[in-house]
């Protein structure tokens, strides 16, 4: 494999991830962090980072909208529910 074909598959595998998570919207980002210690915030970090690597001048608005596929303040107000007592007592014991 080449480096080349390498960066194509990692990116379609990205993509897939972005689309995943799109279509469950119902998994909200505190769920990600207590299960798998990320969530899509991450993602946009992560990305705005390697933006930042290749010399590229993003926002952290524009990240995000990388990710979520909406402006963040539109995708909080349309999926984002609020933290139960249990999840937030599962992140804290995840942190501990």
Not at 18 to 36: F, P, S
């Amino acid at each position: 494999m080449t480096e080349q074909e390498r960066t194509e598959i990692e990116a379609a595998t990205f993509r897939r991830l972005l689309t995943h998570l799109d279509d469950n919207k119902e998994v909200q980002n505190i769920d990600l962090m207590i299960l798998a210690n990320f969530c899509r915030n991450c993602l946009s970090k992560w990305y705005l980072a390697a933006a930042e690597d290749k010399g590229l001048e993003i926002t952290a608005e524009e990240s995000r909208e990388a990710i979520y596929g909406m402006p963040y303040a539109q995708w909080k107000e349309k999926h984002q529910a609020e933290a139960t007592a249990e999840q937030l007592a599962a992140l804290k014991a995840r942190s501990s």
